[in-house]
């Protein structure tokens, strides 16, 4: 079995530090995979830190990959050697249930093999994500990308990009709508950009002033200060569509209240702790409150097609591995503009 060099949390309060992961021997139907990009999502700072309860330690995150095939089993047929692709959040599913049928392998009712922390459904052990020179995976879970856009800015859109279109294509976002994206991070901005794309009405709701500017320059028609009381009457009642991508605790009923009769609001951030929803802020306005998770393989190539398309890419800021813990601090401190990439030539 190879192995490969990678980074990894020995424990939910040790650092991220070098270690060396063995991969399985490749399969007839895997793809293999020389890591160029790695994105930093906050799901793997939750993980490292064991805030979901249930990281399996040592853990190697990292699930917004983009590489070179660089081997490709004797079955193979939609990779050849030296194609650029991607890995995002699933590398297996059973492919027999009806959501796996229906291209939702996220909620493959056998539960889905995540890129890490996740068993392999052979019962080989637990999966190792990007925080690592090369990854090795079935065919059907590996992505096209298209190498004339940069490929770090492409790398984010394998999970932030796939976690904020999904919702906004299931719930049919588009021109005449009048959406919130809450929380202007990493699924945020991709939140922004694909919204505007889509032809929607976009405002940036967010708890941070400086960031105004930048919620403009990324498409956003309008910018809410979600601690003025002011500009948060002005939306009292106002959006169709809120797409949720806050990371730490917050008053979901505060933000049912920006909804009009019949609006969504949709959850993909995920914070450690439940919230509190009283059902009047739901049955005054017959409004709904939702969750989305990722997206199926289908979508997902979908997404990556749009993005090329429509010439979007994530805004990143390019680090060396060995300054993930920094970027775990600053990512925290919300100083991150707006996806921190891993350059895995520096491992
Ligand atoms: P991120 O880059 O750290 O962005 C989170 C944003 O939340 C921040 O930029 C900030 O925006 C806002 N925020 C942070 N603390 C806040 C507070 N105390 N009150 C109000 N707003 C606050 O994180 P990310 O990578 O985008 O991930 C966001 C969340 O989505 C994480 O919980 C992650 O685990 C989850 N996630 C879910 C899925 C899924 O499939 N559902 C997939 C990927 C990630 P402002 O400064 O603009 O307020
Ligand atoms: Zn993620």
């Known amino acids: 079995m190879p192995s490969v060099k990678s980074y990894a949390a020995q424990s939910d309060s040790s650092p991220l530090a070098p270690w060396t992961i063995t991969r399985r021997d490749p399969k007839p139907h895997d793809v293999q995979i020389e890591i160029l990009y790695c994105g930093v999502c906050h799901s793997d700072l939750h993980f490292a830190k064991n805030e979901w309860g249930m990281t399996v330690f040592p853990v190697v995150p990292g699930h917004e990959i983009v590489g070179k ?52 459904r052979d019962g080989s052990g637990i999966t190792y994500g990007g925080y690592s020179k090369s990854i090795l995976c ?9 190498d004339k856009q940069p490929l770090d800015g492409v790398a984010p859109l394998l999970c932030a990009g796939i976690t904020t279109y999904s919702p906004l294509r299931h719930w049919k976002v588009g021109k005449g709508q009048k959406v919130g994206i809450l929380g202007l991070g990493g699924l945020g901005h991709m939140g922004v950009k694909l919204a505007v794309a889509m032809g929607a009405e976009v405002t940036m709701l967010s708890h941070s002033p400086s960031k105004e500017a930048d919620a403009k320059r990324l498409g956003a028609h309008r910018f809410v200060l979600t601690s003025d009381e002011e500009q948060v009457k002005a939306v009292t009642g106002y959006f169709d569509f809120i797409l949720d991508t806050v990371s730490a605790e917050h008053e979901y009923s505060f933000y049912l209240n920006l909804l009009r009769t019949n609006g969504v609001m949709v959850c993909v951030g995920i914070p450690p702790s439940p919230a509190q929803v009283p059902a009047f802020n739901l049955i005054f306005g017959r409004k709904s409150l939702a969750g989305s998770l990722i ?53």
Do not use: W
């Not at 959040?89 to 027999?96: A, H, I, Y």
């Not at 591995?321 to 970027?327: P, Q, S």
């Open 69 to 120: 095939v660089t081997a490709v089993g004797s079955h193979v047929k939609k990779f050849k050697v030296g194609d650029v692709a991607g890995v995002g959040c699933l590398v297996d599913s059973c492919k027999e249930c009806d959501n796996c049928k229906d291209g939702l392998e996220q909620y493959c009712s056998d539960g889905p093999v995540f890129s890490y922390n996740g068993q392999e």
């Open 295 to 347: 997206g199926g393989l289908g979508e997902t190539q979908e997404m990556l097609d749009f993005c090329a398309a429509h010439n979007i890419v994530s805004d990143v800021e390019v680090i060396a591995m060995k300054d993930i813990n920094k970027a775990y601090e600053r990512m925290l401190a919300g100083d991150v503009k707006y996806r921190f990439v891993i350059d895995m030539a520096t491992l």
């Open 138 to 146: 079935h065919e059907d879970f590996v992505l096209h990308i298209d």
